[in-house]
Nanobody
Framework: QVQLVESGGGLVQAGGSLRLSCAAS???????TSWFRQAPGKGREFVAA????????YYADSVKGRFTISRDNAKNTVYLQMNSLKSEDTAVYYC?????????????????WGQGTQVTVSS
């Protein structure tokens, strides 16, 4: 089993920055860790992913150039640095992890989820 705990959400003005953290415990070597987000009344949306081995990253077009996903293997933690935040980035952000042989942007392919952390961007 894998436990994921997110932190770092909050209220920020448009143009500001936040850094989210996702701490993993239990069986910590999971090949793919991703961030998803869900705004009120909308489905869960892929944001970014990172491969633990090699550090390859993937981003949704909506956040490319503004968000950066990274990992600290020693701390079993994945980060999401969010810069130039916009009101449309307001959502609950979830950390998720999956095994397998390839990356996926589909939430149904992920086995493990955190509880989520709220990010609110005021305009």
């Amino acid at each position: 089993q894998v436990q994921l705990v997110e932190s770092g959400g909050g209220l920020v003005q448009a143009g500001g920055s936040l850094r989210l953290s996702c701490a993993a415990s239990g069986r910590t070597f999971i090949p793919y860790t991703s961030w998803f987000r869900q705004a009120p009344g909308k489905g869960r949306e892929f944001v970014a992913a990172i491969v633990w081995s090699g550090g390859i990253t993937y981003y949704a077009d909506s956040v490319k150039g503004r968000f950066t996903i990274s990992r600290d293997n020693a701390k079993n933690t994945v980060y999401l640095q969010m810069n130039s935040l916009k009101s449309e980035d307001t959502a609950v952000y979830y950390c998720a992890a999956r095994g397998g042989l390839e990356y996926s942007a589909h939430p149904q392919d992920y086995n493990y989820w955190g509880q989520g952390t709220q990010v609110t961007v005021s305009s």
